[in-house]
């Protein structure tokens, strides 16, 4: 029972902190961007757009770092054997293999005469070559064999790391005047569609009761994920039966692709939310864990559990509306955070932190990137994986009439307290940061009424990144999409590109650029304290501005 869970930390104790990010928009669409994802590796990107007025769905890859986009497949007429047969693309996301090399897509024989079984296509990324792979496996005393529609919510598709094995579900059924009925399956494949088998799914059906026949649970299998090696596929399940195959009451469960070795994951009392009601979970890079969310006593929570059983951990807690995404390497899980003003962060399993990737409540007006005002639960796709290390992920926004697909980009060399206080003394060679004593070469000073202060320090402890021309006659500060431009000796600047007055301009000081700490509450959005009588500067950023 889950009453058993563990909880890695409490509300409390868990510290916040912020990371350098850099938003880089990719791609943009006058049509809806409906799904996207990564390859396990992180080298390849895969997504879907959507025709506004005939629905019609085409299929996207490119690298991850924004070069080479060519279409893998839009709804045409395409030669399998000695036939020319219409494909259309089914509404439900497409797979990728680990290593980015093989995309698969369940598409529909939409003008041919028998429509009974659905098609994979299937695409090699290297060889440029397609093969369309029909359903062929049935249930005996059914008719047909269809892969689900599921608008992008579910994933149906699964396929290993080096892309040789290929799992998805299908409904099959009966469709005749007397009877009308269909489950779900798991079929099992190589890739170029031999080998079919049942994995999981009823053993008959009977037409004289129409109904269908199943040797024990989990019935209606969801949303299968195969494993890095493809040995092994997790799902989601009923334990209970329902009328309705769709009904959302699954456990989840794990099953060698050699059919031995059932077993069932999570447990949950009838009356509790099961698992598969709150969306589709998601495996780490080896597929060795499991990351779902979980509602315990009004409180949602990130969630994992070992692919080979054991306690349900509970990381941290999350709006129940939330989508989410994890590293590969399963240490880092992002989603969009209310606490955090509608934040995109990450939690940091390992380190037990949250650190704000794109900070939404210490962001400087106006920004550089109107994605932050965009960012909403839908901006991260349904539990999917970002790089490995998880330094890169991808988010789709909606910016005026376009959607737009963006890379974030995390230096996690900048990664600085989210509550971080600075005091100067001027003409001290000494400043303090969060209680921390630190010497200085050259200390703060006063010109023309203004507090200078060194630029390097703002930056290496507010987290900003600093780029500095060689010469030193100009300098960059970068956060959540601003830009601050200070020119030496000159006293116009840039702020995202508008031009503003610097006085005193920036000037060098022993071994430091110096600028007016004036800048930082007027543009960056840091608040200043100056006491006149101790002549001390301090420089706050907390989680209230």
Known sequence: ??????????????????????????????????????????????????????????????????????????????????????????????????????????????LDISRRNDWIMVYNTKTQRRIFVQL??????????????????????????????????????????????????????????SNQQILVGPEDFSRPTCSFRWKDYPKSPHQPMLTYKGDRVVFYGQVFGAQDPYDQNGEIFV??????????????????????????????????????KHHIQDQY??????????????????????????????????????????????????????????????????????????????SISKSSVTAFDGKKLFIIVQSGSNTWLCSISMDSNLLTPQKTIMSFEINKTVFVVNDRRISLDTPAYIKNQRVMLPLDLIAEHFGYKLFINPDQSQAQLRLNGNILVLNKSNSKGFWNGKSITIQPPMELKGRSLFFPASLLRDQMGLKLNWDNQLQTLQVLRTATP
């Open 136 to 193: 062929r496996q049935l249930i005996s005393g059914t008719n047909y064999a269809k892969l689900p529609e599921t608008n992008f919510k579910q994933t149906i598709l699964s396929m290993d790391f080096e892309g040789k094995y290929l799992v998805c579900q299908i409904e099959i059924g009966l469709d005749t005047p007397s009877c009308k009925s269909y489950d779900t399956a798991l079929l099992f494949s190589n890739i170029d569609g």
């Open 301 to 378: 929570y990130l969630s994992s559990v070992s692919i080979d059983g054991g306690l349900i951990q509970n990381h941290v807690t999350i709006d129940k509306v939330a989508n989410f995404a994890i590293s590969g390497d399963g240490r880092r899980l992002f989603f969009i955070d209310s606490k955090h003003d509608h934040s995109l962060v990450y939690f940091d399993i390992s380190r037990e932190m949250v650190t704000l990737v794109l900070d939404k409540s210490w962001s400087g007006s106006p920004y550089s990137y109107p994605i932050l005002d965009q960012l909403n639960p839908k």
């Open 1 to 110: 029972m889950l009453s058993l869970s563990t909880l890695s930390g409490s509300a409390s104790n868990i510290q916040t902190y912020k990371t350098y990010a850099e938003v880089s928009p990719y791609y943009s669409s006058t049509e809806p961007i409906v799904y996207q994802t990564l390859s396990s590796n992180g080298e390849q990107l895969l997504f879907c757009i959507q025709g506004q007025q005939q629905k019609q769905l085409a299929v996207y890859l490119a690298q991850s770092n924004g070069t080479r986009l060519f279409k893998v497949f839009s709804s045409a007429y395409y030669s399998v054997g000695n036939e020319e047969i219409y494909f259309a693309p089914i509404n439900s996301p497409p797979a990728i293999s680990g290593n980015g090399e093989i995309v698969a897509l369940g598409v529909r024989a939409s």
């Open 255 to 292: 099953i060698n692709t050699n059919k031995s070795n059932l077993r069932q994951l999570s447990h949950l009392r009838r009356e509790e939310t099961k698992l598969e009601a709150l969306g589709p979970f998601c495996l780490n890079y080896y597929g060795s864990r499991i990351f779902f």
